[in-house]
């Protein structure tokens, strides 16, 4: 994976976008695997609105390697930071317009929902004939306010406090295991800005 040189505001980014978002619907069906899926088409319906929303977009590129298809993703922020993998390799079936059409299309969709940690097949758990639509996701007004607070915060003291907060509001059950993973990643993302900004002003004097 490669990435740009500081990535702290696509990170922060990411990890509201992520925060935010559900799976999109498994409505189609593989007849081969008997495993529903999300078509590209409705996972990008579901993804663009959320990924505008946080300043980022998603980038997708196509080519050909020894008659196979290479797909590479990249994903970018309005601050110019950006985060690409390295591309995936999709052996055809054909030599033909059509199966390089589907192979591009299936990689598209497989390496975009791995990319943005989202789900688009059914899992292999037996539960495969499930279609039922989960409920969607609230955004927590704990997430929104604390995001906001963590992003300004300037010194360690006041990560400290926040994560004190954040604590009692765990035990308390006011905050979900999933809101509070993305809590703390941003306060670690938090840490390093004010780390790497201490420096810079002690490497001025």
Do not use: C
């Not at 922060?12 to 088409?41: C, H, T, W």
Request: net charge neutral; hydrophobic share 35%; glycine share 4%.
């Amino acid at each position: 994976m490669k990435k740009s040189d500081s990535i702290i505001e696509i990170s922060k980014a990411l990890v509201n976008f992520q925060s935010e978002i559900n799976n999109p619907f498994n409505s189609k069906e593989n007849p081969f695997f008997k495993s529903g899926y999300a078509p590209l088409s409705d996972i990008l319906n579901l993804v663009r609105p959320v990924l505008s929303k946080n300043g980022l977009a998603i980038l997708q590129d196509v080519e050909t390697i020894n008659n196979d298809v290479k797909i590479s993703t990249m994903l970018i922020h309005i601050s110019g930071e950006w985060i690409e993998q390295n591309g995936m390799i999709i052996k055809l079936e054909k030599q033909t317009a059509q199966s390089a059409g589907s192979a591009i299309t299936y990689g598209r969709r497989y390496m975009l929902s791995a990319f943005l940690g989202i789900a688009s097949e059914d899992d292999d758990d037996g539960n495969g004939d499930l279609k039922n639509k989960p409920e969607p996701k609230k955004e927590s007004i704990f997430h929104s306010e604390y995001s906001k607070i963590i992003s300004n915060a300037a010194t360690i003291e006041e990560i400290v406090i926040i994560k004190k907060e954040l604590t009692e509001k765990f035990i308390n059950k006011k905050i979900s295991q999933h809101e509070a993973n993305g809590l703390s990643a941003l306060i670690n993302i938090q840490i390093d800005k004010i780390k790497q900004d201490k420096l810079n002003d002690n490497n001025k004097k």
